[in-house]
T-cell receptor, first 112, second 110 residues
Framework: DTAVSQTPKYLVTQMGNDKSIKCEQN?????MYWYKQDSKKFLKIMFS???????INETVPNRFSPKSPDKAHLNLHINSLELGDSAVYFC???????????FGQGTRLTVV | QKEVEQDPGPLSVPEGAIVSLNCTYS??????FMWYRQYSRKGPELLMY????GNKEDGRFTAQVDKSSKYISLFIRDSQPSDSATYLC??????????FGTGTRLTIIP
């Protein structure tokens, strides 16, 4: 069983479209994250949720909206996609905010 | 200055060599230090997790933290071609966000 799973794995879409990425973890963790990895492999946090509550919201355009329906799920919705949104998006989870973070396999988003 | 500095490489070493990967940081509040390994087109995989200063060993991997110098290292002994990947250091203070280095791309030559 995959601990942190994301869907879809690949996403190719046109500029201006709206898309969602889903994430689920079966580790029983209470904290989940979204990270963005650019073409130079730099990983930067976007959002963090603890027990369904938003606790970290980095400087991210408000076209990006996370949603956590329960502790095991954290989805990312992106409106009006732009070319610069092309990147790999990783979901991660940890037990409490101090815990070790485990990552999903990533969603490779390409905006054309 | 970035909070976490890591030489991006690439670094190529022959099989069986000892590999040394390093990161420096500027935030003295960092307490938790991690090393992740990331294979191409895969998610980062946690290798080592240490709290505060000191050494931690796990098989062929040793993590060192020197908080006085704000310097962390990962050593890989008897390196194997399967160790070829990008290695990312990461650190955090308490409940704050995890801050990553830029990653070092490592290739082990058979």
């Amino acid at each position: 069983d995959t601990a942190v799973s994301q869907t879809p794995k690949y996403l190719v879409t046109q500029m201006g479209n709206d898309k969602s990425i889903k994430c689920e973890q079966n580790l029983g963790h209470d904290t989940m994250y979204w990270y963005k990895q650019d073409s130079k492999k730099f990983l930067k946090i976007m959002f963090s949720y603890n027990n369904k509550e938003l606790i970290i919201n980095e400087t991210v355009p408000n076209r990006f909206s996370p949603k956590s329906p329960d502790k095991a799920h954290l989805n990312l919705h992106i409106n009006s996609l732009e070319l610069g949104d092309s990147a790999v998006y990783f979901c991660a989870s940890s037990q409490a905010r101090q815990g070790q973070a485990f990552f999903g396999q990533g969603t490779r988003l390409t905006v054309v | 200055q970035k909070e976490v500095e890591q030489d991006p490489g690439p670094l190529s070493v022959p099989e069986g060599a000892i590999v040394s990967l390093n990161c420096t940081y500027s935030n003295s509040a960092f307490q938790y230090f991690m090393w992740y390994r990331q294979y191409s087109r895969k998610g980062p995989e946690l290798l080592m997790y240490t709290y505060s200063s000191g050494n931690k060993e796990d098989g062929r991997f040793t993590a060192q933290v020197d908080k006085s110098s704000k310097y962390i290292s990962l050593f890989i002994r008897d390196s194997q071609p399967s160790d070829s990947a990008t290695y990312l250091c990461a650190m955090k203070s308490g409940n704050e966000k995890l801050t990553f280095g830029t990653g070092t791309r490592l290739t082990i030559i058979p």
